[in-house]
């Protein structure tokens, strides 16, 4: 028993391995580096390429079709609370749109049965006061009650002579909602607005909308504001008055982007359809 004792102690002495030269530990890294460095040459290849390439196409100009419309004189813009506080001061007297100074403004103040646009009514006043011809805009929601849409929008928005007439902008068709009440919805609308102000509103649809949902001789009545970005004419054969052609318009007073709009005609057949005018 103590022989045994003694072998086992002797053979544990043995068991642990000798340590490694500290040589054999620095000379790891270089290996894995060689490893390494086809990668990182690919990456650094890589990134320098799409570099290149972003420099390249960021200094060309932008295709024809986003360019201004040419042939129009008269200029103008849509807004909301997305454009945020707007200095009018400063876009009235700075802003050009192709040269030509800003004409008029579409003003965004209710929606639906009860929503006011938060910056309507500031909106609404600094436009009068810049001297630019100004209109307010309604968000038709077509689930709700028309009737009332109508007397939500009158009870909000004063026009006075010389205001540009009443929007009503449609862009959303309910699965629900059939094509026949939806049109129904829109003439009624249209029909109290005209009978509140002595005008006949101005009806804003994008082409391909006003295509598949309003395309009735009824709504030729209505002078048509077209929503089409992006091209170099308008692509809708029945009459028009205004188009707004981008979304991405950038102006003095103006942080956020905003949709750009001309009329089709003369300032003065602008000042026609002013309310008051004949």
Not at 74 to 84: C, L, M, R, W
Not at 166 to 190: C, T
Not at 248 to 254: A, N, V, W
Request: glycine share 6%; with cysteine.
């Amino acid at each position: 028993m103590v022989a045994k004792k003694t072998q086992s102690k002797s053979v544990a002495k043995r068991k642990p391995a000798p340590r490694r030269k500290p040589t054999r530990k620095a000379s790891r890294p270089t290996k894995g580096w060689g490893r390494l460095w086809p990668a990182l040459l690919g990456g650094t290849i890589v990134i320098a390429t799409c570099w290149l390439l972003f420099k390249v196409l960021s200094s060309r100009e932008l295709p024809a079709a986003t360019s201004l419309p040419e042939g129009f004189t008269v200029h103008g813009i849509d807004v909301s609370h997305h454009q945020g506080k707007i200095d009018w001061e400063l876009l009235r007297n700075q802003a050009t749109i192709d040269g030509q100074p800003l004409s008029f403004a579409f003003i965004k103040a209710t929606e639906g049965t009860d929503l006011v646009d938060s910056h309507f009514k500031e909106n609404f006043a600094a436009a009068k006061k810049h001297g630019i011809l100004r209109s307010a805009y309604h968000f038709y929601r077509a689930g709700a009650s028309a009737k009332q849409q109508a007397e939500h929008f009158i009870r909000q928005v004063k026009l006075e002579a010389g205001d540009l007439p009443p929007v009503l902008d449609v862009e959303v068709k309910p699965a629900s909602v059939s094509q026949e009440n939806f049109r129904q919805g829109i003439l009624e609308w249209l029909l109290r607005v005209e009978q509140h102000y002595g005008v006949k509103p101005i009806l804003y649809t994008y082409h391909s909308f006003h295509q598949q949902y309003m395309n009735d001789s009824v709504f030729n009545l209505y002078p048509y504001w077209i929503a089409h970005y992006y091209v170099d004419s308008v692509r809708y054969r029945g009459p028009w008055a205004f188009w707004q052609h981008s979304d991405s318009g950038q102006l003095p007073g103006i942080k956020e982007k905003v949709d750009l709009d001309l009329f089709r005609g003369s300032f003065e057949e602008l000042q026609q359809l002013t309310i008051g005018r004949k």
